[in-house]
């Protein structure tokens, strides 16, 4: 790769995210971390942008051997004053993919012409999806969806992802570049 990534980590820590730089072949993709998904996630089957309707592991696995580069994204919030979780995840997650996006696009401008954002949990651009996106420039799938396990990625940064912390919650995202 020739291109410069420290712009890209500076724009990342502008826009208020935590920027970990990895290599490509330091993300461990199982295909059990798709189950979760699959039993486990209540939006399994409604998203657009999620299992069953996106590449399948195996075509994943394929596509991250052509990126040398990632970038692991986190924007961490303060949950302790919510009420309901969930509907803070919600509305947290999707701030913090529009972040992760403006630095996808970024990327892009700063010559890193295959940049792709694994997003922070599920679309919810929309209520509901249609039998097709109603805004596919903004369809991301999340790191999860395609078998990407975070808690070792994150682990091998020695950093620390608590799915039941309710005051403390992490949105997580990969930056993809080449």
Known sequence: MT????????????????????????????????LKCAYGCRGYGKRLSCPPHIISIDEFRKMLKEYSTAILLIEEHDTSAEDDIFKAWSRLRKGSFHKMLDLEYFAFRKGFSFAQLLRPGACNECAICGEECN???LRRFPPEAVGI?????????????????FDRVKCVGILLLE
Do not use: F
Not at 9 to 30: F, N, P, Q, R
Not at 149 to 165: A, F, P, R, T, V
């Open 3 to 34: 291109q410069d990534i420290h712009p890209v980590i500076t724009k990342a820590e502008e826009l208020g995210l935590s920027a970990y730089m990895l290599d490509a072949s330091d993300i461990d993709v199982e295909n059990r971390v798709r």
């Open 149 to 165: 396990n975070l808690s070792k990625l994150m682990e091998k940064k020695g950093l620390e992802i608590e799915y039941c912390n």
């Open 135 to 137: 805004k596919p420039e």
